[in-house]
């Protein structure tokens, strides 16, 4: 079993920054890829980011360019660091954990966070 705490969200204008943090809990976590999705209200919860055991790194074509996840083994932790956001980057922000590879698929994730806000004001 994994634990997964997201934190970081808030209210930020356009053109701001926000970093999302992920802790994790459980079973060894540099075993796991790890994905940032979100949702927003009435869409499908959509990939964003996604991190591998070895540190490769995929991002949606939405956020190429603005957002950049990382990860501190030694701290069980991933971030997401979300640059020149924008209304439309508003949403629930969910960590995600999978063994092996990365998936751009949240049905293949099995591991969640609670979620986290973030909301992007024109």
């Known amino acids: 079993q994994v634990q997964l705490v997201e934190s970081g969200g808030g209210l930020v204008q356009a053109g701001g920054s926000l970093r999302l943090s992920c802790a994790t809990s459980g079973r060894t976590f540099n075993n796991y890829a790890m994905g940032w999705f979100r949702q927003a209200p009435g869409k499908e919860r959509v990939f964003v980011a996604g991190?591998?055991?070895?540190?490769?790194?995929y991002y949606g074509d939405y956020v190429k360019g603005r957002f950049t996840i990382s990860r501190d083994n030694a701290k069980n932790t991933v971030h997401l660091q979300m640059n020149s956001l924008k209304p439309e980057d508003t949403a629930v922000y969910y960590c995600a954990a999978r063994l092996a590879y990365i998936s751009l698929s949240y049905a293949t994730y099995e591991y969640w966070g609670q979620g986290t806000q973030v909301t992007v004001s024109s």
């Open positions: 991190i591998s055991r070895n540190n490769s790194t």
